[in-house]
């Protein structure tokens, strides 16, 4: 499996065309995700156009950027110009935007090829790609099984190299636990370190923008394209880019990373995940890394501080969906009321409503200050926990999900289990904090087991270092049980 480095230069040297990467792509898509149903729209003929323009300044000699002709997937709640952006929701099912959020532009810039939009939970609302109202997406070491969500499209996408990497977004999780389940790299950058600019909003204080890649190097290559100040994003910092892959290959010797004991001490947590995560852990240490333990007293009350604020922010961020504007618009109705309420009964699906509920209580006079305010409070103790901990190590180091992937259909009833599946991965959204998840392993029944890195503010370089010294050594996909929609 070739990284984007490695493509590059099969492109200078003429070994493969823009276009032949194209094409092979979108064949291959067509041959199996009728059962992966990663992809919710497939951009064929202005990708085939872009390769066809690449090929051509190519063999005229121009100087090209540093993506030109890698097939990329976006997930389908980044806005595209001329392209469909539905964030899987009858809501949106019709919404062409007239314009192209910033991430997107800026892959274009650097000549990626968008091939196409990927399937998510509704409005990215779950953790199992589920909630799509087009469709669940398979997980695709065992289709039986849910990819991970609510980024899941854009992760079985990649592990299925239906694309060559694929941009997500990473509420509470988001990005890395569909990286778990799927066997991929899933990176989510500092808050505020890459634009939000036409990525439709969930939890505007938590969502962000990244990268999945199957390896750490493209993860790189992805994040120094899309990160940076944008002026369109208030939220956007203004902090230099450093060169992300510069120091990929540089020793982790002596580098302090802090195990989170809470995280061990889960009751909830598989005995096969902790066994892998504390075998990485072992490699870490035989690259010369410090093991220390850490605690963060406050991380296991992440997850009920963010289904507090996550929600409320949800429901103000939704409440523009009122079928006047745009959106789902019910027809045959008497009076203003009336359409409004019908139409978000039919735009939207039952876990949408479900957080919008949760949201607008939390935010109702007599209970803001009981429930939306003391989550605000216990959010600045989680942060600080963060902070007293990266004042003793450089690195924390978690287990990305308690398990591996669970199976389709398991908890539909049961939201609670559902939402405990982002336990590890919330707190790091709530701080605002840089984390990456990658395989670290296989369970009994071959599927992947993913480890979670946790860096300071903006220290995204050195995540990336700690997580390429430990992809380099412990070469796990190497070793990975074989796979009709992976290695096919």
């Not at 950027?65 to 469909?84: E, H, S, V």
């Not at 745009?326 to 949408?352: C, H, N, P, Q, W």
């Not at 939390?362 to 600045?380: E, H, I, M, N």
Request: net charge negative; aromatic share 8%.
């Amino acid at each position: 499996m070739y990284t984007i480095s490695e493509w590059r230069q099969k492109l200078i040297k003429g070994e493969v065309s823009s276009l032949e990467l194209i094409n092979e792509k979108i064949s291959r898509i067509e041959k199996i995700d009728s059962t992966i149903n990663s992809y919710l729209y497939v951009n064929k003929d202005k990708a085939r156009l872009a390769a066809k323009k690449i090929d051509e300044a190519r063999v005229a000699g121009e100087t090209l950027p540093p993506l030109a002709g890698i097939p990329l997937a976006i997930k389908d709640n980044l806005c595209t110009q001329g392209i469909p952006t539905t964030c899987s929701s009858r809501m949106l099912e019709a919404f062409v935007p007239p314009y192209e959020s910033t991430v997107t532009q800026r892959l274009w810039d650097s000549g990626g090829i968008l091939i196409g939009k990927t399937n998510l939970d509704e409005f990215a609302m779950g953790s199992s790609t589920e909630t799509s109202a087009f469709g669940a997406t398979s997980n695709p070491w065992n289709v039986a099984r849910v990819p991970g969500g609510s980024s899941g499209g854009s992760a079985a996408a990649v592990a299925s190299r239906l694309c060559t990497a694929s941009l997500g977004s990473d509420t509470g999780g988001s990005i890395r636990q569909p990286a778990s389940f799927c066997g991929v790299v899933g990176l989510k950058p500092t808050y505020g370190r890459v634009s939000r600019w036409g990525l439709i909003a969930f939890a505007s204080s938590l969502d962000q923008v990244g990268p999945f890649s199957n390896n750490v190097a493209d993860a790189a290559e992805l994040l120094q394209v899309i990160a940076g100040k944008d002026s369109k994003d208030s939220t956007s910092l203004d902090a230099p880019v450093p060169n992300y892959s510069e120091n990929l290959s540089t020793s982790i010797s002596g580098m302090r990373i802090g195990l989170i004991k809470e995280c061990f001490e889960q009751k909830g947590l598989d005995v096969e995940v902790k066994e892998s995560i504390m075998k990485a852990a072992n490699t870490l240490q035989s690259l010369g890394a410090e093991l220390i333990e850490i605690s963060c007293p406050r991380f296991n009350d992440g997850i009920a501080t963010y289904y507090v604020i996550a929600p409320s922010e949800a429901s103000a961020n939704l409440a523009r969906y009122d079928g006047v504007k745009y959106g789902y618009r019910a027809e045959d109705v008497d009076d203003l009321t009336s359409m409004t309420a019908i139409s978000r009964a039919k735009g939207f699906g039952s876990e949408v409503q479900r957080r919008i509920l949760i949201g607008t209580y939390a935010l109702s006079a007599g209970y803001v200050d009981a429930f939306y305010k003391k989550a605000q409070q216990v959010r600045t103790l989680i942060r600080r926990d963060f902070e007293n901990a990266f004042n003793k190590v450089d690195i924390l180091l978690t287990p990305t999900s308690p398990t591996t992937a669970f199976k389709s259909g398991a908890n539909h009833d049961n939201p609670l289990a559902m939402y405990l599946s982002d336990l590890l991965t919330i707190p790091a959204n709530l701080a605002g904090l840089p984390s990456i998840s990658l395989p670290c392993g296989f369970d009994s029944s071959d599927l992947p087991i993913g480890l979670q890195f946790i860096g300071n503010v903006l220290d995204e370089s050195r995540l990336l270092q700690v997580a390429y010294q430990y992809e380099q050594s412990a070469e796990i996909m190497k070793s990975a049980p074989n796979c009709d929609f992976i290695n096919s």
